[in-house]
């Protein structure tokens, strides 16, 4: 069993749509819930952390994640057409890194 | 500020051959990290460091080796190149506090081994 499972996608959307990316996970020892954005042929770019359980909110950006679950999503509203990228979800226990295989969105103009 | 950079950007292996990637950082973070990412595959952890002198395995160690005496500096080292190996390399500098755990990275160095 994979340590992070993400759905790759593709997904495609209007301009202003509401996205939800999603990732579950196994390993109860995770703490530390992060999401990535990476444009094509480019290094991951932080987006979001989250410690432990709860939501946290930036801009348009909304991260939650429900430890009881394994389960973290990533809501974007109000989608823009430079949202389009590959968003990957990571977790950490100690200094162990784990990410998912990322879900390409595309938002269509 | 530079960030993380890497160097080169791009290279062809023989198979057999034996290279170094570079990676330095001027934010002066205590971790820094070394990933592979392969098509569909998501990133994968090769090795870590917590602070000059210290480096630990990640996920994926076979046929890597690296080393830190500096905190700028973490240079990952393939021995016996590999095809396995053709890859997209990504280092990375970050920092953790009780609540966050942040990580920045590099460009990138995408390799080859023919």
């Known amino acids: 069993q994979k340590e992070v499972e993400q759905d790759p996608g593709p997904l495609s959307v209007p301009e202003g749509a509401i996205v939800s990316l999603n990732c579950t996970y196994s390993?109860?020892?995770?703490?530390?819930f992060m999401w990535y954005r990476q444009y094509s042929r480019k290094g991951p770019e932080l987006l979001m952390y989250?410690?432990?359980?709860g939501n946290k909110e930036d801009g348009r950006f909304t991260a939650q994640v429900d430890k009881s679950s394994k389960y973290i999503s990533l809501f974007i509203r109000d989608s823009q057409p430079s949202d389009s990228a590959t968003y990957l979800c990571?977790?950490?226990?100690?200094?162990?890194?784990?990410f998912g295989t990322g879900t390409s969105l595309t938002v269509i103009p | 500020n530079a960030g993380v950079t890497q160097t080169p950007k791009f290279r062809i292996l023989k198979i057999g051959q034996s290279m170094t990637l570079q990676c330095a950082q001027d934010?002066?973070?205590?971790?820094m990290y070394w990933y592979r990412q392969d098509p569909g595959m998501g990133l994968k952890l090769i090795y870590y460091?917590?602070?000059?002198?210290?480096?630990d395995k990640g996920e994926v160690p076979n046929g890597y080796n690296v080393s830190r005496s500096t905190t700028e500096d973490f240079p990952l080292r393939l021995e016996l190149a590999a095809p396995s190996q053709t890859s997209v390399y990504f280092c990375?500098?970050?920092?953790?506090?009780?609540?966050?755990?942040?990580?920045?990275f590099g460009p990138g160095t995408r390799l080859t081994v023919t």
């Open positions: 990375a500098s970050g920092y953790r506090l009780s609540s966050s755990y942040e990580q920045y």
């Open positions: 390993n109860s020892a995770f703490q530390y």
């Open positions: 989250t410690y432990s359980s």
């Open positions: 990571a977790m950490s226990a100690e200094n162990q890194f784990y």
């Open positions: 934010m002066n973070h205590n971790y």
């Open positions: 460091s917590v602070g000059a002198g210290i480096t």
